[in-house]
């Protein structure tokens, strides 16, 4: 068991890894919203709601539609792929402070599960298309680029099973 930092050091602590089990240090959060949460649902492939009740909107992907009446082609597989990795799960979220909200009111961030970023994920196995939000994912938006692109060439996913790709 680790030992609460000195009370002299509580920056040490937080700069070292954020939080000391039982040390009752709040969770850190950055100006968007919390660093961690737990997965309460996979509302679709690109969009799931926290414990809280926040909805949080994954960063430059976009995963064929599956809610509200709409079945795209590959839909429910990206929707069942984010349920199966993140539900129930505590999740790290990390933003691009320059935009942390979409007109929909819902967190823009990448989200990781076990060490794995969601979002690299769904456009590395052709789940999801890229979609820019501007401002927020600038800085990664080539590499986003370019997992689609290898994931289409591979024909992975819906790349390799839908006549029609509803995101692009």
């Known amino acids: ?50 414990a809280d009740g926040k909805k949080v909107r994954m ?16 839909g429910h597989e990206a929707a069942q792929f984010t349920s199966d990795k993140v539900l129930g799960k505590t999740v790290q979220l990390t933003y691009d402070d320059a935009s942390c909200t979409d007109r929909y009111g ?26 820019y939000i501007a401002p927020a994912g600038t800085s990664r938006r080539d590499e986003f680029e370019t997992y689609e692109s290898q994931a289409k060439t591979a024909r992975l996913g819906m790349w390799g099973k839908c006549s029609v790709v509803t995101c692009e």
Not at 109 to 125: S, W
């Open 1 to 50: 068991m680790a030992a609460c930092p000195d009370v002299m050091r509580p920056t040490l602590a937080l700069l070292a890894g954020g939080l000391v089990a039982g040390c009752g240090m709040p969770t850190p959060t950055s100006t968007c919203g919390p660093a961690s949460a737990t997965v309460a649902r996979a509302i679709d492939g690109d969009t799931i709601e926290l």
């Open 59 to 74: 960063l430059l992907v976009d995963t064929p539609e599956s809610t509200n009446g709409k079945t795209d082609c590959y």
């Open 106 to 131: 819902r967190l823009l961030a990448y989200v990781k599960v076990d060490g794995v970023e969601m979002n690299r994920l769904l456009a590395e196995q052709g789940y999801a298309c890229i979609l």
